[in-house]
């Protein structure tokens, strides 16, 4: 079921690179955002990188990357966590649509980061949420939210492979890369961190 003709991971982050230049020039050209585009994905998608974003109003993944229709295949939950959830909607973008290119987004300021370094009772659901966010702070360099957002972005790359042998699988039968990221609020820059995950 996977789409031979996807673009390689290195093809798909030099589009989102270049897509988030155009961003923070205000040189958009807001890409495959008409009727004609619409019409032509009626009976399938093809997009060529999933983002795992926060569900922050500010982190608007096919803004900050200047995509349209079709582009990208965006999950958002707060705090950018690979969470049952999550995963199984990145499952689905890998397995089935032949995505090669997975970004973890985590983003400066983050409040569900933030929660989880002030701790205290948030309710049930959110406290759930927030116990995902917890290891990222104590393997971080430092306690600040920022250090630990990045830290997060890159647990969370980690586990998407590690928490799904259906990535696995993916994995070993074709070039597939998880890559984590940081949104810069102010700018709309997005650094990739380091090399990518496996
Ligand atoms: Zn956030």
Not at 80 to 108: M, P, R
Not at 148 to 160: K, L
Not at 164 to 193: K, T
């Amino acid at each position: 079921m996977s789409n031979a003709k996807n673009l390689s991971w290195q093809d798909a982050l030099n589009r989102l690179k270049e897509g988030n230049q155009r961003y923070v020039a205000e040189k958009q050209t807001n890409p495959n955002n008409n009727s004609e585009r619409r019409n032509s994905l009626t009976g399938h998608q093809a997009p060529f990188a999933i983002i795992l974003g926060c569900a922050d109003s500010r982190v608007i993944p096919e803004l900050a990357f200047d995509m349209g229709i079709g582009d990208i295949f965006t999950v958002r939950v707060a705090g950018n966590i690979a969470n049952t959830a999550s995963l199984g909607s990145i499952e689905y973008a890998v397995a089935h649509l032949g995505v090669n290119l997975i970004v973890v987004l985590g983003h400066e300021s983050c409040g569900a980061v933030t929660a989880a370094i002030n701790g205290g009772d948030n309710g049930y659901n959110l406290n759930h949420l927030v116990a995902e966010i917890v290891p990222a702070i104590s393997a971080s360099e430092d306690a600040s939210v920022n250090a630990v957002v990045r830290t997060n972005a890159e647990i969370n790359a980690s586990q998407i492979v590690s928490r799904s042998p259906i990535i696995q699988n993916a994995m070993n039968e074709r070039d597939i890369r998880v890559v984590p990221a940081y949104y810069n609020l102010g700018s709309g820059e997005v650094d990739f961190l380091g090399d990518e995950v496996a």
